[in-house]
């Protein structure tokens, strides 16, 4: 096993609480404040679980930077008062950013039991499978 130190546990708990509130300020019709309360504290608890270099290596990869300026101009945005338009440029920012990851999250959620029987289904597959394919390679 591996050590998870306590700035890790705190920093998962910061991480859940700013998904929360972004679920929460997208339910309360796109609520300013509470996706920008959000916003602060998912990125502040990504700092806190990987660390700060390497959260900042992370946004600032050279073949990331695209999804980096969409994912920090969305909260910027967000900030200005405009959060629809804002949640829709980090929504394609996080998926730019975080697209390496989803074969693997893909890949552990299809061994859940009840939720990998739900994943297998016909149309439900084919739209997984499209998700877990490496961005620019063609689907079949």
């Known amino acids: 096993m591996f050590e998870v130190s306590d700035a890790q546990k705190i920093g998962v708990g910061l991480a859940g609480f700013g998904i929360f509130f972004l679920f929460l300020g997208m339910i309360m ?26 959260t900042f290596r992370f946004f600032f990869q050279r073949h990331k930077i695209k999804g980096s300026i969409a994912f920090f101009g969305g909260i910027f945005i967000v900030l200005f008062g405009w959060p629809v338009v804002g949640m829709i440029f980090e929504a394609y920012g996080f998926f730019l950013l975080f697209s390496g990851f989803f074969p693997v999250a893909i890949n552990f959620l299809r061994r859940v039991p009840i939720l990998g029987m739900i994943l297998n289904m016909p149309g439900i597959s084919k739209l997984i499978n499209w998700l877990e394919t490496p961005t620019g390679q063609e689907f079949n």
């Open 29 to 54: 019709l796109f609520d300013k404040s509470l996706l920008a309360l959000g916003n602060i504290l998912f990125i502040s608890g990504l700092a806190a679980v990987i660390g700060r270099e390497r």
